[in-house]
């Protein structure tokens, strides 16, 4: 059974930086598509980065643009999210995720991490 784990939320004032951390149980490299999505309370679920697995194409929501990357470390199953130029509007619960196939819905995903920024 697949199992995604994310760490690495808290507290943090604006402006400030962290790093996500979201361990597969498999080799990460078996998914086609890794991602990162948020959700605050009352609201969806929303997309915020992605890479496909052979490195060659990722994807950011705009508001993340130049702020956010995503990244992995085949070696240790593990992809990350750096965060940097918080933003109180980026509070929230954040979620990876992963699959198999190159669209479509993900069918992995973690139990989240909680990320709140003071401002």
Do not use: H
């Not at 784990?5 to 998914?31: D, K």
């Not at 702020?67 to 929230?92: C, G, H, P, W």
Request: charged share 25%.
């Amino acid at each position: 059974q697949v199992q995604l784990v994310e760490s690495g939320g808290g507290l943090v004032q604006a402006g400030g930086s962290l790093r996500l951390s979201c361990a597969a149980s498999g080799r990460i490299f078996s998914y086609s598509r890794l991602g990162w999505f948020r959700q605050v309370p009352g609201k969806e679920r929303e997309f915020v980065a992605a890479m496909r697995r052979d490195g060659q194409y990722y994807e950011y929501a705009d508001f993340v643009k130049g702020r956010f990357t995503i990244s992995r470390d085949n070696a240790k199953n593990t992809v990350y999210l750096q965060m940097n130029s918080l933003k109180s509007e980026d509070t929230a619960v954040y979620y990876c995720a992963a699959d198999e196939d190159r669209t479509g819905p993900y069918e992995y995903w973690g139990q989240g991490t909680q990320v709140t920024v003071s401002s």
